[in-house]
């Protein structure tokens, strides 16, 4: 079974940028598509960008031009680059991986952008 660890969340300022990373605990070669989702407080779980196996991305466009989604197998690691970040960002972020059998998701970390 895979296993899939977040990490890079934490409080920013309106404006700021961070970086999460999703770790994968093996070869990412049969994931054919990572994701990174994201629920705040009394919200539903929400895609916020992906990526498939050949690199094609896709975003929402309530984050278009604002985050990147990137992976680099040779690490098994998922990014998600956020820039310009709003309150509106504030929420739990999840890393989701699809392979052929089942999904896996991460526990999940906090990003909070507050003033």
């Known amino acids: 079974q895979l296993t899939l660890v977040e990490s890079g969340g934490g409080l920013v300022h309106p404006g700021g940028s961070l970086t999460l990373s999703c770790a994968a605990s093996?070869?990412?070669?049969?994931?054919?598509?990572f994701g990174w989702y994201r629920q705040a407080p009394g919200k539903q779980r929400e895609m916020v960008a992906s990526?498939?196996?050949?690199?094609?991305?896709n975003y929402a466009d309530f984050v278009k031009g604002r985050f990147t989604i990137s992976r680099d197998n040779a690490k098994n690691t998922v990014y998600l680059q956020m820039n310009s970040l709003e309150p509106g960002d504030s929420a739990v972020y999840y890393c989701?991986?699809?392979?052929?059998?089942?999904?896996?998701w991460g526990q999940g970390t906090q990003v909070t952008v507050s003033s």
């Open positions: 093996k070869t990412t070669d049969s994931i054919f598509m």
């Open positions: 989701n991986a699809k392979l052929a059998l089942y999904d896996s």
């Open positions: 990526i498939r196996d050949r690199g094609t991305t």
